[in-house]
């Protein structure tokens, strides 16, 4: 009988079917754990004074589910994937700990939060913004917001004047690195928001560079919706033996929300969305469209229809997007009609 051919020292044979190429990829990425060894939740009542100030600053009279498990493993320094739908509250989970581990009495840079859109950072800064009022130590504190599409002189400005938190976007933080206008030799956190959308954006080569700036001796934090392959193999390359909390099996985010889509022809589909505002009739809503030509037009569609709307798209400046984000949670606007621009990681409260 002939011998098999797995057999012969010649061949390499190759299981093509998918489980053995899904088992392969495990191998390759290797498995996420859990925090070994595991720390108890937190509470309210066992935050520092700062930290439990800051919670009453923000509004809040309990952490949320992420904050409580997150926020221990953070306090002790240990490197840490959390898996979290935005809405969670995960903005609050790497935030509080910064009130009791950053020295307000250094001038320096010593946190880095990353994230992948200028929406999501603002968002950021104004949470932070809004807790450090807590005390007056912490109020001591300054944050400094990076991103593209405004003057460079502000963000100069308030990493000169030693900001210790920075947030901002992949492209000009790195740009700020490139141009020595941002020391990160003073970092002891780095923090990635939205992992796999800043992933799924094309930031991977200017996270790899901005990481290159960092000290090592960091502990870095990394928050994701979703971990596909890529965001793990990336949480391997930037963090060091973490510790993987996932939340996402459960109920985490805000509110659960209802779908329901109608499949209409092309030309109907501005009636219907008309008949559909006529039939709900929302308080306030935020409408997709794919294109910028799109989002024109139905801004003037349901605008001609007596609608209170506004539109969100790349070719608006920066401050325009910023006063129609802020009309809408403000509810001093309608309708906001917007590309994919707004719709990962902006937190407007209050949507009917």
Known sequence: MAPEISDSPYTNVIDLTSEAQKERRRDEIGELREPDPPLDEATVNDLSGHMEQAVHAAGWTDLMDVQQKAIPYILEGRDLIVQSQTGSGKTGAFLLPLFDLVNPDKEEQQVLILTPTRELARQIHE??????????????????????GVGYQPQIKGLQEGAQVVIGTPGRILDHLKKDNFDASTLRMLV???????????????????????????????????????VRT???????????????????????????????????????????????????????????????????????????????????????????????????????????????????????
Do not use: C, H, W
């Not at 913004?129 to 001591?140: C, D, G, L, V, Y």
């Not at 901005?210 to 928050?223: K, L």
């Open 192 to 230: 990635l928001d939205e992992a796999d959308e800043m992933l799924s954006m094309g930031f991977y080569p200017d996270m790899k560079e901005i990481v290159e700036y960092v000290p090592e001796n960091r502990v870095s934090y990394m928050y994701s919706a979703t971990m596909p392959p890529k």
């Open 127 to 148: 949470e932070f913004e809004q807790m450090k009022i807590a005390t007056p130590r912490t109020n001591r504190m300054d944050a400094v917001l990076i991103y593209g």
């Open 234 to 352: 990336v949480a391997r390359e930037f963090l060091g033996d973490p510790g993987f909390l996932s939340l996402s099996t459960d109920k985490v985010s805000v509110e659960e929300n209802e779908y329901r889509y109608y499949l209409v022809k092309p030309m109907d589909k501005d009636r219907v969305l008309a008949q559909l505002m006529e039939l709900e009739e929302p308080e306030s809503a935020l409408i997709f469209a794919n294109t910028k030509r799109e989002v024109s037009y139905l801004n003037k569609f349901l605008g001609n229809k007596g609608y209170d709307i506004d539109e969100m798209s790349g070719d608006l400046s920066q401050r325009d997007r910023e006063e129609a984000l802020d009309r809408l949670r403000e509810g001093k606007l309608r309708l906001l009609v917007a590309t994919d621009v707004a719709a990962r990681g902006i937190d407007v409260s209050d949507l009917s």
